[in-house]
């Protein structure tokens, strides 16, 4: 390849755009039409625009040659011994089948024996995984939203779908992760699991207590005092969630009347769809649907145990649960900027490890009960924050 | 390789044989790495997460029914190890204006130095690298790892139409970054 002389090349689309072109929704798509992902009306649409628009014609070739050359730069190959180390320190036992883990909301969405699209897009029922183990009966039928009625999908060995329905009554039941055994016909390890889990969140769903409550925020306090000497005066809770849209119909007006600031303003998410506005990362990640309260100190735990018998809001552990989600993951270590007193400015997380002695996440289900589905999967990383406060 | 050969692989390791483990590393072990490498900044440090994942996918074969590609599920394991050394590591990092405020510096500041094709690959990467977290990754995995965006979608455990905006948006941030561009030779549509 010939070496390159930038002041040569053409301009790029940007530097030379004086007018916006009219193609502005299709110059969105020029790259997945580049990448052939794009259905073929659409890729109509495009062909037909670059042939009148030469604007969209060069970013089409400038992307082409950012796609090329990105190819050659990857070039790192492992060393030899790394594989050794690999093999080396594989366990003796080989993997033989096993335990499944229904791992996320993703699974169940993607997996083959749905229900119908058309019955999600309505919002029925959240495919969250319920461990009612026990009380489900195995079966390949599909399944099949009903109305007062929320939907367990679980998955055995085969990935066949095992479904079923609790009726409203038992809404409350404790989501969790759902393992199904490959060969437990009588369901007795479920049932075992399921107890365990069960006595597991019981006991976790007591850490977040009053006590609890005062000693993280003793530790919040210390933290501002080593940061900007500012005692803390809220403790800031901040909850992502998968459906932004209920949460954004019932929270505001509960939170004024239980007295706390909600945060939900920020920059606008540039991939979302929607104008909704979210916080975003110092880091520049955008936290997506990412809601945060500011409690003042003392109405912490009233506070607490209000969010927990909120009618569409329940927060629900999720520590124990072994969710290999990345955004989960993700999502644990961002720092917040919100609005603090009047000022944008970084929250200082507050970092809850192993040695406070909390966990960190919590589920949060809403149940949209005007239409008597649970329709939000949700989740997630509860942050406890220092609010430095003027 | 298909699905087909793919399951029989599946079946062999599960079965204990180790010859079958190392044709998966055949397939997969360099570009595992390579992602590896590109979350770590550093060969040990890649090659440990390397090793992490390739124990964690072998005790989950047993879970792995098929479902997906045995490459996508790959990479969902990976991806996840890559996503967790990014948390653990907490890397004190320029705030973001001020690195692309560098990059974009550099590189108008001196046009003929980068006429060099390695340099230019050095300012690609370094724009790469001054991407946000959520836009780099689509890159890495769609531009640089080959993936497609149902792929890439799996991986990221996000839906395909979200691959789509960030590898557009992701791309208007590297014309933005990368101002004059590139390499000649490429035909035009």
Sequence with gaps: MSPTRPDNLPETPSTRRPARCVGGLLKTNLKAHLDGEMSAVRNWLVRWHLAQCAECREELRWLRRLGEDMKDIESARPRPELRARILANLPSTPPAPGIRVVHSRQDLVRSPQRMPRLALAGGLAMLVLFSAAYAVKRSSDATVAQQNSLTVALHNDKSTEIASSVPQANADVTPTVAYVPEDDPNNALADKMFHERMTEMEREKQILGQDDWHRLLAKARAVARKTDKTPATEMGIALTVSNIAIIRTHLPTWAKQEGVRLVTSGKTDPDSSDNTPLLRSRTGESLDNLIAFYVPAERGPAFLGALKHLGQISILPLTANPVPSTNLKNETHLQVEADVAGQRRAVPAFPMTADSGTPTQRVAVAHDKSSSTARVLVVTVLLLQTAAHD | ?189
């Design chain 2, 1 to 189: 390789m298909t699905m087909r050969d793919e399951r029989q692989l599946v079946q062999r390791i599960q079965a204990g044989n180790r010859e079958a483990f190392e044709e998966l590393l055949d397939s997969y072990e360099t570009r595992v790495y390579r992602l590896a490498l590109r979350f770590t900044d550093s060969i040990p440090d890649a090659e440990d997460v390397t090793q992490e994942i390739f124990l964690a996918v072998y005790k989950s074969l047993g879970n792995f029914r098929g479902n997906s590609a045995l490459g996508t599920w790959i990479y969902r394991v990976a991806m996840n190890h890559c996503l967790e050394f990014r948390r653990k590591r907490r890397l004190e990092t320029l705030p973001l204006d001020e690195e692309i405020a560098l990059v974009t510096q550099d590189w108008r500041h001196d046009p003929v130095q980068s006429a060099d094709r390695r340099e230019l690959a050095a300012k690609v990467e370094a724009a790469i690298n001054c991407l946000s977290p959520l836009h780099r990754d689509v890159i890495v995995l769609h531009e640089l790892q080959g993936l497609t965006y149902q792929e890439v979608a799996a991986a990221l455990d996000v839906p395909v139409g979200t691959v789509k905006s960030r590898l557009s948006n992701a791309f208007r941030r590297l014309r933005d970054l990368l101002g004059g561009y590139v390499h000649e030779g490429s035909p035009t549509i």
